[in-house]
């Protein structure tokens, strides 16, 4: 355990605010270690309260857009939506944590509601075990945000994260507060060295004359909604918030950002199944929406150059087409 690092402060939207690097350090006290989800879901108000107090001087506070340099000889572990499902996080991060070292951890967006039954409340105990993550290995774990975590700009339904919160230790509405405005602190989407551009749903559709990576560091109100909300003209679960993207938008895309392949999550029925010629890969990682193609992370490369989908590894989760008894019961 080393110096705890200043806290980022909060002092605008943290969209806005200035980023607080990452230094790498461990960030818990003596006798502090990783909360595990059933761990979570036991605490006392106080001591809910005394975690968010450590997360919020300890999870790093992201610009909106983070380009991650080649990293040889390391993978990412790329999770889709969890929507609350801890179970197949878990799943997932039990990958990045065999060798912290030498891989990375992405998560797609989309932490927070519409939880399973078998994981009592859920979204609280989802996002609270990442945010111990991303404290812990800020520079290896990335918390990208969806359109659930993105409620305060553009309010989404159902939204569940408060009613948990209350039904967890009370109603006291500054708890609320406080775990959103940590996954606020995560980047809208990034890139990494081995051409793959990350993001929950889109990329900006009409940047105009603003030079890449500016259109996604400081995004117009569309362009915020195009990434969080985007979802692509192939998909059948047309939301219709934003315009859906078209193939020839993303190969423009690609071609200014210098990226090869779209990796994303947001759209349950293209679960696992290249789109766009290989260019769009869509995950999910919640047992919600397994029937529509499993419970999958993906391998990605962050040392050598992907060019399609074929470069990265789809990886079914033990989860897939599992219950299990709910917590406290
Ligand atoms: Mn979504």
């Known amino acids: 355990m080393g110096r705890p690092r200043p806290s980022p402060g909060n002092s605008g939207p943290p969209h806005l605010a200035v980023v607080d690097e990452p230094q790498g350090s461990s960030v818990r006290g003596e006798g502090d270690r990783l909360l595990e989800p059933p761990e979570l879901l036991r605490l006392e108000p106080e001591a809910a309260d005394e975690l968010l107090d450590r997360l919020i001087a300890t999870v790093p506070l992201r610009r909106p857009f983070v380009g991650v340099p080649d990293a040889p000889g390391t993978t990412a572990t790329v999770f889709g939506d969890t929507h609350g499902?801890?179970?197949?996080?878990?799943?997932?991060?039990?990958?990045?944590?065999?060798?912290?070292?030498?891989?990375?951890l992405v998560g797609l967006g989309d932490?927070?509601?519409?939880?399973?039954?078998?994981?009592?409340?859920g979204s609280v105990a989802n996002a609270l075990y990442l945010l111990q993550l991303a404290a812990e290995y800020p520079d290896r774990v990335l918390l990208i945000q969806g359109n659930h975590e993105t409620h305060r700009k553009i309010p989404v339904l159902p939204?569940?994260?408060?009613?948990e919160v209350d039904q967890l230790w009370g109603p006291v509405e500054e708890r609320y507060w406080r775990l959103l405005e940590l996954l606020e602190r995560g980047p809208l989407a990034a890139t990494t060295?081995?051409?793959?551009?990350?993001?929950?749903?889109?990329?900006?559709?009409?940047?105009?004359?603003?030079?890449?990576?500016?259109?996604?560091?400081?995004?117009?109100?569309?362009?915020?909604?195009?990434?969080?909300?985007?979802?692509?003209?192939?998909?059948?679960?047309?939301?219709?918030?934003?315009?859906?993207?078209?193939?020839?938008?993303?190969?423009?895309?690609?071609?200014?950002?210098g990226t090869s392949v779209f990796v994303r999550g947001h759209d349950p029925d293209l679960t696992g199944r290249p789109i766009y010629h290989g260019h769009c890969l869509t995950l999910h990682t919640s047992r919600l929406y397994e029937r529509f193609g499993g419970v999958v992370v993906a391998r990605l490369p962050m040392g050598e150059r992907v060019e399609d989908c074929s470069g990265i590894q789809i990886d079914h989760l033990e989860t897939e087409g599992r219950s299990y008894p709910e917590p406290g019961g």
């Open 85 to 104: 499902d801890w179970r197949s996080t878990l799943a997932a991060c039990t990958r990045f944590l065999a060798d912290p070292g030498r891989s990375f």
């Open 159 to 163: 939204h569940e994260l408060p009613e």
């Open 193 to 257: 060295g081995s051409g793959a551009y990350l993001a929950h749903g889109g990329f900006p559709l009409a940047p105009g004359d603003v030079p890449f990576p500016q259109e996604l560091l400081a995004p117009t109100d569309d362009g915020l909604a195009e990434v969080v909300w985007g979802e692509p003209a192939a998909s059948r679960s047309h939301r219709g918030f934003v315009r859906p993207f078209t193939e020839e938008e993303l190969d423009r895309f690609r071609r200014r950002s």
């Open 111 to 121: 932490y927070i509601d519409r939880a399973p039954a078998d994981c009592g409340e």
